[in-house]
């Protein structure tokens, strides 16, 4: 059975930091390209940043892009997404994703419950 759990969410004041992780288990971890998604209330969900398979290649939402970090750590079996400079606009459920490919091109496969992510003005 897959489980994907994300942790790490908070509250913080704008200009502040956190850092999100998401742990997969139930699946070979370095098969998948992995993704931060967030939907903040009355929006859509929106991606936020994924990775590689091997961590070689990012991307971000252009939103996030100079302020938001992904990586990963294989051996754990984790994802991460440090978000420093935080903005009131980046309120928001977060949810981590294992994409059906190794690369981010495909649809998100496995999804994760969510940590919420509220920056205060």
């Known amino acids: 059975q897959v489980q994907v759990v994300e942790s790490g969410g908070g509250l913080v004041q704008a200009g502040g930091s956190l850092r999100l992780s998401c742990t997969a288990s139930?699946?070979?971890?370095?098969?998948?390209?992995m993704g931060w998604f967030r939907q903040a209330p009355g929006k859509e969900r929106e991606g936020v940043a994924c990775i590689n398979w091997n961590g070689d290649g990012t991307h971000y939402a252009d939103s996030v892009k100079g302020r938001f970090t992904i990586s990963r750590d294989n051996a754990k079996n984790t994802m991460y997404l440090q978000m420093n400079s935080l903005k009131p606009e980046d309120t928001a459920m977060y949810y981590c994703a294992a994409n059906s490919l190794s690369f981010c091109s495909g649809s998100q496969k496995y999804w994760g419950q969510g940590t919420q992510v509220t920056v205060s003005s």
């Open positions: 139930g699946l070979s971890f370095d098969d998948y390209a």
